[in-house]
T-cell receptor, first 114, second 115 residues
Framework: DMKVTQMPRYLIKRMGENVLLECGQD?????MYWYRQDPGLGLQLIYI?????SNSEGDIPKGYRVSRKKREHFSLILDSAKTNQTSVYFC?????WGEGAEQFFGPGTRLTVL | AQKVTQTQTSISVMEKTTVTMDCVYE???????LFWYKQTASGEIVFLIR??????ENATEGHYSLNFQKPKSSIGLIITATQIEDSAVYFC????????????FGQGTSLSVVP
């Protein structure tokens, strides 16, 4: 069963706390992504990972970092969360057969930073 | 830089009719891929259909089809015989061959199908 999972699904944190969002996929996809979604802005790419320990900044990486130590697992870390990082975060993965490959998305994590 | 624009914020149509959602894109790459994704009310995002820039034929997938007008940098999504469950937000996206697998999304169009 091909799927992308995200944990937790909902999270409330206070400003200044650290946040760890986790993503897993069971399709052995090399490429994984983290996006955030805000009303009216669509999906914005935070980081992309091409494989284990091969990560690249997306369009809005400031305030975030990532970790990928296993192909099936990709983490998003917010060190000292800020209120403007309140958003819905989506993880995605895609197979590596070419640029035409579609992305498979996780169910999203709704993060609220108070 | 790549850019994708969806100017229609929301559309409402009657069930069983045909709807077209607009999308225009900007890229300097000669090779690129255009995608449409659907986000349901539950937040789930699923891939619908893809158009390869080098293909002249419009892609079709079930009751989804594309209107690819390359000279206008336009890729419209056409849904025929709409159903209530087609109500969702639809995102257009582009991946250029030089983008290192990065996907750029439009702002989304909210479709409401009413009985």
């Amino acid at each position: 069963d091909m799927k992308v999972t995200q944990m937790p699904r909902y999270l409330i944190k206070r400003m200044g706390e650290n946040v760890l969002l986790e993503c897993g996929q069971d399709m052995s996809h090399e490429t994984m992504y983290w996006y955030r979604q805000d009303p009216g802005l669509g999906l914005q790419l935070i980081y992309i990972s091409y494989d284990v320990d091969s990560n690249s900044e997306g369009d809005i990486p400031k305030g975030y970092r990532v970790s990928r130590k296993k192909r099936e697992h990709f983490s998003l870390i917010l060190d000292s969360a800020k209120t403007n990082q309140t958003s819905v975060y989506f993880c995605a993965s895609s197979p590596d057969w070419g640029e035409g490959a579609e992305q498979f998305f996780g169910p999203g994590t709704r993060l609220t930073v108070l | 830089a790549q850019k994708v624009t969806q100017t229609q914020t929301s559309i409402s149509v009657m069930e069983k009719t045909t709807v077209t959602m607009d999308c225009v894109y900007e890229t300097r790459d000669s090779s690129y891929f255009l995608f449409w994704y659907k986000q349901t009310a539950s937040g789930e995002i699923v891939f619908l259909i893809r158009q390869d820039s080098y293909k002249k034929e419009n892609a079709t997938e079930g009751h989804y089809s594309l209107n690819f007008q390359k000279p206008k940098s336009s890729i419209g999504l056409i849904i025929t015989a709409t159903q209530i469950e087609d109500s969702a937000v639809y995102f257009c996206a582009m991946r250029a061959s030089s983008s290192f697998s990065k996907l750029v999304f439009g702002q989304g169009t909210s479709l409401s199908v009413v009985p």
